[in-house]
């Protein structure tokens, strides 16, 4: 009687090719042949160019806009669906369309969940992400999810620059309990930045509860999209006498003139992982690999072996 494959098998989506290759080499394998081919018009079509047929497949998919990442990933599951793979696991280092997780004002969508019952539909037996932008869209799915923190990249990478009079920052109210989590792991202390916007992605009042002054402050946040906030704390920051200002933030979305923000502001350094590949180099900019996170998990995954080691908080 014929037996499932129990070889597990990589795949990537196309923007996410280089940390592909990367998890893959991790995880000891090579990546699965997929080809997509586009039509004039923009429309794409991938496809699987070996059997799949039986086996666990893992597809490494970042969904930040525009949305054609997130409708390669949901054509890549769907055609394993179709395909007769047996498990198919969407690996997210970037879940993308997460700020939208409620109805913050009437007559909006909730695209975090619309997304989710999209990834189901389109057959996805399971989600691995990393840091998403709230903690309840797990509940968005009724798969299994494995949400990985980047606290086990930058808490190592933090430890090691030896920083006297470590404060820990959240740059707004919300990334407080983050903030509280790292500044708990480095004995430090811990201030929040209130800040008030006029309209998204536009601040119009900032102002800082705690204090920095003769400390090293690092600014903990899930992602940096404008870099407006971050920019502007390390200047508040700075003003109120702190010695230098460092940000982790898990996902460089650095849309606009974010990259310019930065170089002009008195922000020492922007950590971050390379859960989106960069679209320009930066002196200001360090990346930390999370190949490893991922290709440790999948592993763990795939021979249905705890995880509970890979959360540091």
Known sequence: MPTANTEAKIFTCTQSTEL??????????????????KYSDGEFQPSYEESIRGTRIFIIGSTNPSSENLMELLLMIDAAKRAS??????????????RQDRKDKPRVPIAAKLIAKMLEAAGATRIITMDLHADQIQGFFEKPVDHLFASTIFLPYLESLKLPNLTIASPDMGGSKRAYAYSKALESDVVICYKQRAKANVISHMELIGNVEGKNVV????????????????DLMMERGALSVRAICTHPILSGDAYK????????????????????????VRVLTCADLFANVMHKVHHNKSISSQFVM
């Open 261 to 284: 923000k930065l170089e002009n502001s008195k922000l020492e350094e922007l950590i971050v992982t390379d859960s989106i590949p960069l679209t320009q180099k930066s002196d200001k």
């Open 20 to 37: 592909a290759k990367n998890i893959a080499k991790a995880y000891g394998t090579a990546l699965g042949n997929v080809i997509t081919s």
């Open 219 to 234: 600014l903990v946040d899930d992602m940096v999209d404008t870099a407006g906030t971050l920019t502007k704390a390390a």
């Open 85 to 98: 793979a047996r498990h198919i696991t969407a690996v997210m280092p970037y879940f993308g369309w997460a």
